[in-house]
Antibody, heavy 119, light 107 residues
Framework: EVQLVQSGAEVKKPGESLKISCKGS????????IAWVRQMPGKGLEWMGI????????RYSPPFQGQVTISADKSISTAYLQWSSLWASDTAIYYC????????????WGQGTLVTVSS | EIVMTQFPATLFVSPGERAALSCRAS??????LAWYQQKPGQAPRLLIY???TRAADIPARFSGSGSGTEFTLSISSLQSEDFAVYYC?????????FGQGTKVGIK
């Protein structure tokens, strides 16, 4: 059974750094793209970027390029999303997910990580 | 960037009735379209990919159609568990983009 288990909720202050994680199991982690998706409070889904754990090749959606860093450690089947300096507007639920048929649609989702940024 | 527009934003349907949700792409995406369902407090779930192929374990009452720029998700007879928000997503081009969602509420 494919599972993506994300790290727990975080409460941070503006300007702080953060790294959240997503651990995959039940499949060959290195061979499937992982996506990160943002959902701001009461809003829709936004595609942030993707990573291929096998070689750590990444692609970012333009609004998120330079704002976050996506990485992966295939030795422990874990992907990461990190910020060097958070803003209040980063408050959201962040989902990791696996991509089917190459880097196409999302077939499995993590449970989401709520990040709250508040002074 | 390909802009995905869903309409209506909200749709009120009685249980047992049929619902039709629309999704339009700003340029042709051939059949590179997926649909997702999201219930409150839950992660989204894949319903349809390739515009019309049901994902594993998705009931037959869900069907997708369309190609090019116009797509429809149909739910033939709404069950109580189908009241949710539905999103379309194109994967024809980078960046991948979602529509803004259609909420299906109880009439």
């Amino acid at each position: 059974e494919v599972q993506l288990v994300q790290s727990g909720a975080e409460v941070k202050k503006p300007g702080e750094s953060l790294k959240i994680s997503c651990k995959g199991s039940g499949y060959r982690f290195s061979n499937y793209w992982i996506a990160w998706v943002r959902q701001m409070p009461g809003k829709g889904l936004e595609w942030m970027g993707i990573i291929y754990p096998g070689d750590s090749h990444t692609r970012y959606s333009p609004p998120f390029q330079g704002q976050v860093t996506i990485s992966a450690d295939k030795s422990i089947s874990t992907a990461y999303l990190q910020w060097s300096s958070l803003w209040a507007s980063d408050t959201a639920i962040y989902y990791c997910a696996t991509l089917g048929s190459g880097a196409a649609y999302i077939d499995y989702w993590g449970q989401g990580t709520l990040v709250t940024v508040s002074s | 960037e390909i802009v995905m527009t869903q309409f209506p934003a909200t749709l009120f349907v009685s249980p047992g009735e049929r619902a039709a949700l629309s999704c339009r792409a700003s340029q042709s995406i051939t059949s590179n379209l997926a649909w997702y369902q999201q219930k409150p407090g839950q992660a989204p779930r894949l319903l349809i990919y390739g515009a019309s192929t049901r994902a594993a374990d998705i009931p037959a009452r869900f069907s997708g159609s369309g190609s090019g720029t116009e797509f429809t998700l149909s739910i033939s007879s709404l069950q109580s568990e189908d009241f949710a928000v539905y999103y379309c997503q194109q994967y024809n081009d980078w960046p991948r983009t979602f529509g803004q969602g259609t909420k299906v509420g109880i009439k």
